[in-house]
């Protein structure tokens, strides 16, 4: 089933892909990505990946597909804390130090781009999904911001989907920590248009040659849209038929799953 919710006059140049949801649960593939993937390359049309995931770097997601032997390189990976680096570093040119509560995948992106954890007098404060976030490190973010330190945040998803259902993922810390410090972040993932828009730059495209897919309406379809993309909506994540008929804007597409959409285009 692929339902078109709008007319697409054109097949697009490039296609931009979220992960979780659309091609893969945790570590179990949707489908056969690997054919999905190749059947993209036969029809000429480009792909890069774009995820509010703050917790792996670009090569471990690279790593992650050759655990599935496909090649992508990171260079085609684009998640939020490599978006949030390019911010701070517009902002902060000669980089510095920040405050960061996160792991790996968002310290190494940040620290590629200048930016160090400090414990004090730090430029901004920077928060992605930290699982080993504790009240201590809610009480030093909310004393640093309320001295003036920046408020900076990766993604805004309340949950994330685990083997044990639904559990609480980025935004929930920033929702705590805009408590505490009565300041709201400046978030740089979707649904902001951001991580398109930077994509976009480094694979030099248009917004009108990209399709935009993911299986959430709120953070994907609402960011591709912001982007000026035509968005495909895939139901193999988040969203129901019945969410997507209901949703404010319709994406231009709603397809079962990636495969299924990339099999008409």
Known sequence: MILPQRNMPVTPRCLLLDMDGVLWHGDSPIGNIGHILDTLNRKGIAYGFVTNNSTRTDQQISEKFGHLGILVEPSLIFTSSKIMGVVLKERYPPGGNVYIIGERGLQEPLAACGFFHAEEDPLAVVVGLDRGFDYQRLKDAARFIRAGSAFYATNPDPTLPSPDGLVPGAGSLIAAIEAASNQKAMVVGKPQPLLFEVAMREMNLQPFECLVVGDRLDTDIA?????????????????????????????????????????RL
């Open 223 to 263: 960011g591709g849209q912001a982007a000026g993309c035509r968005t495909a909506l895939v139901l193999s994540g988040a969203t129901t038929a019945a969410m997507a008929a209901q949703w404010k804007h319709p994406p231009d597409i709603v397809a079962e799953d990636l495969s299924n959409l990339v099999e």
